[in-house]
């Protein structure tokens, strides 16, 4: 195996890392106390391809692969996890949903307002008594002539304030269980769609996190993406991949923490010396590099794998579980390394350590990982 980049992969990486130290890194503070999403970022991430990063050329997107995905995901989120989550969601729910099981007509009406910048996308699968347990989900959507009327409501939903095209999953046919939920496209403005409360987070502030209100909805039932009953297996398929944006992410995270925390081990003096000369802050700086460097290395195995067409269901869960508990390991030692001021915004420890928690959490839990895990490994 070859485990060195290639000359258009590095290229790609300083491509992105300079993008990202000088249109983000001078604003993440701002956009984390304001809570607010720069919306006028979306035309500057298009242009470097960022908005369309897997997609075909023929609907505008910048068709790398997903290795260059990771590489992107993961130099965004050293600089800001927070524009990082709203990428990924973007690319690896809502467009990735729409490019792997919408019809033609689907690709072109939607995809290229994605790729585009135009819109963000927004996913919206959790609801507020339907999380791990996203089976229990209780948006219905029942047919009416030509239409899909779709009532409940949606939690927690990445872009629900803000995105412009959003993938619904609704039951159609409660009877049957999980094979009775189904996948709709809706537009933002639709009638009977609404933002609800926007979550005032911990961490990832920059992202918009809020609440979807479907109160008949009438969406046309054109807009059926994939089969009736087929919404949630189509689900676990977006999940897959999109897990390993969650760990790519988490990789970025780790390494923006660990830099941060060799930085200031280098440059902070006590008892005449650098702390980086202390045996306690050198295990904690060769433990978080040894971490990452795996973490890395898990992820973009199921990256390269995704890319040769094999399912990756236990790769991608094995690299988002371990990746996104480093991060929080890494993210933790780097608040200690930096003592006090690690606890303060003057420095860019506390954030990374607000940040990291989510990505335990989001895309499903560490304990919903190991789940997937043991099944692959026990075939059940």
Same mark, same amino acid.
């Given at each position: 195996?070859?485990?060195?980049?290639?000359?258009?992969?590095?290229?790609?990486?300083?491509?992105?890392?300079?993008?990202?130290?000088?249109?983000?890194?001078?604003?993440? =503070?701002?956009?984390?106390?304001?809570?607010?999403?720069?919306?006028?970022?979306?035309?500057?991430?298009?242009?470097?391809?960022?908005?369309?990063?897997?997609?075909?050329?023929?609907? !505008?997107?910048?068709?790398?692969?997903?290795?260059?995905?990771?590489?992107?995901?993961?130099?965004?989120?050293?600089?800001?996890?927070?524009?990082?989550?709203?990428?990924?969601?973007?690319?690896?729910?809502?467009?990735?949903?729409?490019?792997?099981?919408?019809?033609?007509?689907?690709?072109?009406?939607?995809?290229?307002?994605?790729?585009?910048?135009?819109?963000?996308? %927004?996913?919206?699968?959790?609801?507020?008594?339907?999380?791990?347990? %996203?089976?229990?989900?209780?948006?219905?959507?029942?047919?009416?002539?030509?239409?899909?009327?779709?009532?409940?409501?949606?939690?927690?939903?990445?872009?629900?304030?803000?995105?412009?095209? =959003?993938?619904?999953?609704?039951?159609?046919?409660?009877?049957?269980?999980?094979?009775?939920?189904?996948?709709?496209?809706?537009?933002?403005?639709?009638?009977? =769609?609404?933002?609800?409360?926007?979550?005032?987070?911990?961490?990832?502030?920059?992202?918009?996190?809020?609440?979807?209100?479907?109160?008949?909805?009438?969406?046309?039932?054109?807009?059926?993406?994939?089969?009736?009953? /087929?919404?949630?297996?189509?689900?676990?398929?977006?999940?897959?991949?999109?897990?390993?944006?969650?760990?790519?992410?988490?990789?970025?995270?780790?390494?923006?923490?660990?830099?941060?925390?060799?930085?200031?081990?280098?440059?902070?003096?006590?008892?005449? /010396?650098?702390?980086?000369?202390?045996?306690?802050?050198?295990?904690?700086?060769?433990?978080?590099?040894?971490?990452?460097? %795996?973490?890395?290395?898990?992820?973009?195995?199921?990256?390269?794998?995704?890319?040769?067409?094999?399912?990756?269901?236990?790769?991608?869960?094995?690299?988002?579980?371990? %990746?996104?508990?480093?991060?929080?390991?890494?993210?933790?030692?780097?608040?200690?390394?930096?003592?006090?001021? !690690?606890?303060?915004?003057?420095?860019?420890?506390?954030?990374?350590?607000?940040?990291?928690?989510?990505?335990?959490?989001?895309?499903?839990?560490?304990?919903?990982?190991?789940?997937?895990?043991?099944?692959?490994?026990?075939?059940?």
């Amino acid at each position: 195996m070859d485990f060195r980049p290639t000359e258009e992969q590095a290229l790609l990486r300083r491509t992105v890392r300079e993008f990202a130290e000088s249109e983000i890194r001078p604003h993440v =503070m701002e956009w984390d106390e304001t809570q607010h999403f720069p919306m006028e970022l979306l035309p500057k991430l298009a242009a470097l391809g960022l908005m369309g990063i897997q997609f075909p050329e023929s609907y !505008g997107g910048s068709a790398m692969t997903a290795v260059d995905y990771c590489i992107c995901i993961e130099e965004i989120a050293r600089v800001c996890p927070a524009i990082a989550l709203s990428i990924a969601a973007h690319n690896g729910l809502c467009t990735a949903h729409i490019a792997m099981f919408g019809t033609d007509a689907q690709k072109t009406q939607y995809l290229p307002r994605l790729i585009g910048g135009e819109v963000l996308g %927004a996913w919206g699968l959790t609801e507020a008594s339907a999380g791990s347990d %996203a089976a229990a989900m209780r948006t219905t959507a029942a047919k009416q002539g030509a239409c899909w009327v779709l009532n409940g409501s949606k939690q927690f939903i990445t872009h629900g304030g803000i995105g412009g095209i =959003m993938v619904v999953m609704a039951i159609t046919d409660r009877s049957k269980g999980h094979r009775g939920i189904s996948a709709f496209v809706v537009e933002h403005g639709a009638p009977g =769609m609404r933002a609800g409360r926007k979550e005032n987070k911990l961490g990832m502030r920059a992202s918009d996190t809020s609440e979807v209100v479907f109160e008949d909805c009438r969406v046309p039932a054109a807009q059926m993406l994939g089969e009736e009953g /087929q919404g949630f297996i189509n689900t676990l398929q977006v999940l897959d991949a999109g897990r390993i944006g969650i760990a790519a992410l988490s990789v970025g995270l780790a390494e923006g923490a660990y830099q941060a925390a060799r930085a200031y081990a280098l440059e902070r003096r006590q008892f005449g /010396q650098p702390i980086a000369q202390f045996q306690a802050i050198q295990w904690k700086l060769a433990d978080a590099a040894t971490k990452i460097e %795996a973490s890395r290395l898990l992820t973009y195995r199921a990256a390269y794998l995704k890319d040769l067409g094999v399912r990756t269901t236990r790769e991608s869960s094995m690299a988002k579980l371990y %990746a996104s508990e480093v991060a929080v390991r890494v993210a933790e030692d780097c608040v200690q390394i930096h003592g006090g001021y !690690g606890f303060v915004k003057d420095y860019p420890a506390e954030k990374y350590f607000r940040d990291v928690k989510l990505l335990t959490i989001g895309e499903g839990t560490s304990e919903i990982q190991r789940l997937v895990i043991a099944r692959q490994l026990l075939g059940q």
